[in-house]
């Protein structure tokens, strides 16, 4: 994973989070599944400033973004094309992670 652009990666995913529509209009479900992970993103962004991005800190970014597709109920063919974007701007390759589109 020494390939992998790490400001990109942030960058692209929080990036995302703010670009994708929010089809839900439960404002409860919202904080806890989009304010409060994107929140825990930048504290991982922070927590590894000078350190190597592992594949389960990569993981739990990946894992901690798509909580926020499914609570803003994000379609599939829009996730889809957010990870093809994060992947191809950070180097951060969805299958050796073991993580799939949906």
Not at 24 to 36: I, K, L, Y
Not at 51 to 75: H, N, S, Y
Not at 87 to 97: D, T
Request: aromatic share 6%; no cysteine.
């Amino acid at each position: 994973m020494a390939d992998i652009d790490k400001t990109a990666f942030f960058s692209a995913v929080l990036k995302t989070i703010a670009s994708t529509r929010n089809h839900n209009t439960d404002q409860d479900e919202h904080t806890r599944g989009v304010v409060e992970p994107a929140a825990r993103i930048r504290a991982v962004e922070e927590e590894v400033a000078e350190q190597p991005l592992t594949p389960g800190r990569t993981g739990e970014v990946l894992d901690l973004l798509e909580t926020t597709f499914r609570a803003k109920r994000t379609p599939d063919e829009e996730r889809e094309y957010y990870l093809q974007y994060i992947e191809k701007v950070s180097g951060v390759s969805r299958a050796s992670l073991g993580v799939s589109a949906g």
